[in-house]
C-alpha cells in the first residue's frame, strides 16, 4: 500500500545508515563503488589476519544476531549486514550495535563509534512520511 517507489526510498535510507556505520569504523565497504551500493546488504571488510566468521559466529552466539558471510574468494575476510524487508532503523541500530561489540571482543580495533554514526544518521535523515505522521 506505500507504493515501490517508497518501498526503494526505505532500503535506499536504511543502506546509506549503515554503511555510515562501517565508514565510522573505519573499515571498507566490500562494494568499492559508491554508484552500485546494494539497498539490501551491506558487505563489511574486516582487517587482514581476523577471521570474519569467527567474528560472525562470536556475535551470533553472544548477541543473537545473524549476518550474512563473505561468498568466494572474500569468504573469511568479511561479513553482510542485512538491512531490508520487516526492519526499522531501531532494529538496524541493534545490528551494527552487535557488531561493534563482537568486533571488539574479537580484537578488531575500529575508529570510531558504528552506532553513533548509525543513529546521527537516521536523526538527520527521517524516513519519507515520518514528519507527517508526527504532526
Not at 526510498?9 to 565510522?24: K, S
Not at 571498507?28 to 563503488?33: H, Y
Not at 562470536?58 to 531490508?84: A, E, P, W
Amino acid at each position: 500500500s506505500e507504493g515501490l517507489d517508497a518501498v526503494f526510498a526505505r532500503h535506499q535510507r536504511w543502506g546509506e545508515g549503515v554503511r555510515a556505520a562501517v565508514r565510522a569504523w573505519g573499515l571498507p565497504i566490500q562494494c568499492a563503488d559508491s554508484g552500485v551500493y546494494s539497498p539490501v546488504l551491506t558487505g563489511v571488510i574486516v582487517p587482514e589476519g581476523v577471521d570474519a566468521d569467527a567474528v560472525r559466529a562470536l556475535i551470533h552466539q553472544r548477541f543473537d544476531c545473524s549476518l550474512g558471510t563473505g561468498l568466494g574468494k572474500v569468504k573469511g575476510r568479511m561479513f553482510r549486514i542485512g538491512h531490508l524487508g520487516d526492519v526499522n532503523d531501531l532494529q538496524l541500530i541493534a545490528a551494527i550495535a552487535a557488531c561493534e561489540m563482537g568486533m571488539k571482543l574479537s580484537g578488531v580495533a575500529l575508529a570510531g563509534s558504528g552506532v553513533q554514526a548509525a543513529m546521527e544518521y537516521f536523526a538527520g535523515h527521517p524516513a519519507r512520511g515520518a514528519l507527517a505522521k508526527a504532526a
